[in-house]
Structures are given as structure tokens and as C-alpha cells.
């Protein structure tokens, strides 16, 4: 059976929150590593790369909750305007987001309101 992408983000987010619960035991690597195994078909649906999953999942992680699409690009932003995102990282975060605006086909700034 086929989930669309609408159960996949809620059932990521319902596991996620389950998972989260692990991080006030001080476990932050033991939940990372298993959000970043069972949070896979969210790498599959946001299309991030081997490289951008583990700095979604830390964004997450930071926050503490779920990360969508709009969520993750202003974590990242946000993340990189404090300098908390190594230079190399930043360089494929910067393309997963742009890969994100071209398939959205969103130009120029997108909290821009038009007039």
C-alpha cells in the first residue's frame, strides 16, 4: 500500500515525537542515529542528500520538533546566520534549498507579499 506524501510527513512527525522523548535521558547520539534510520522516507520525500539528512535531523533535534519543508529552509537560514553550520555543510544546505525553490518554481525573495 502506497502512503502519499501527506501520511508520510505525518507519520514521520508522530515517530519523531516518540523519539525525541529519548533526548532528556541525554541520549542525543543514540537518537540521532535512530531518527536518522527511521526517518528515511522523509530524506526520500524532502530529497536531501546523505549530506543534508544528518543536518536536517540536527536542526530537529535543536528545535526539538518536526521539521517541515518551510521549517527546515529558516532553521538552516537562521542556523547559518549564527555561524552553527560548517562552511562545507553550508555549501550543500544552500543547494538542497535552492533545489527546494526550482522545484517550487518561487522566485526572489519568498516572504515578499505582492502588492
Same mark, same amino acid.
Given at each position: 500500500?502506497?502512503m502519499?506524501?501527506? *501520511?508520510? *510527513?505525518?507519520?514521520?512527525?508522530?515517530?519523531?515525537?516518540?523519539?525525541?522523548?529519548?533526548?532528556?535521558?541525554?541520549?542525543? *547520539?543514540?537518537?540521532?542515529?535512530? %531518527?536518522?534510520?527511521?526517518?528515511?522516507?522523509?530524506?526520500?520525500?524532502?530529497? &536531501?542528500?546523505?549530506?543534508? &539528512?544528518?543536518?536536517?535531523?540536527?536542526?530537529?533535534?535543536? =528545535? !526539538?520538533? &518536526? %521539521?517541515?519543508?518551510?521549517?527546515?529552509? *529558516?532553521?538552516? @537560514?537562521?542556523?547559518?546566520?549564527? @555561524?552553527?553550520?560548517?562552511?562545507k555543510?553550508?555549501?550543500?544546505?544552500?543547494?538542497?534549498? @535552492?533545489?527546494?525553490? =526550482?522545484?517550487?518554481?518561487?522566485?526572489?525573495?519568498? !516572504?515578499?507579499? =505582492? =502588492?
Amino acid at each position: 500500500m502506497e502512503m502519499d506524501k501527506l *501520511e508520510q *510527513e505525518n507519520t514521520a512527525a508522530t515517530v519523531f515525537s516518540y523519539l525525541i522523548r529519548g533526548l532528556s535521558n541525554g541520549n542525543r *547520539e543514540a537518537v540521532k542515529a535512530e %531518527l536518522l534510520q527511521k526517518m528515511t522516507p522523509i530524506k526520500e520525500l524532502y530529497g &536531501f542528500s546523505d549530506e543534508t &539528512f544528518p543536518l536536517y535531523i540536527d536542526q530537529c533535534l535543536e =528545535r !526539538k520538533k &518536526f %521539521l517541515k519543508v518551510q521549517d527546515a529552509i *529558516e532553521a538552516f @537560514g537562521t542556523a547559518i546566520d549564527a @555561524g552553527s553550520i560548517k562552511s562545507k555543510d553550508e555549501r550543500v544546505v544552500m543547494a538542497w534549498i @535552492g533545489e527546494i525553490m =526550482r522545484q517550487n518554481k518561487t522566485t526572489g525573495n519568498v !516572504k515578499t507579499k =505582492r =502588492r
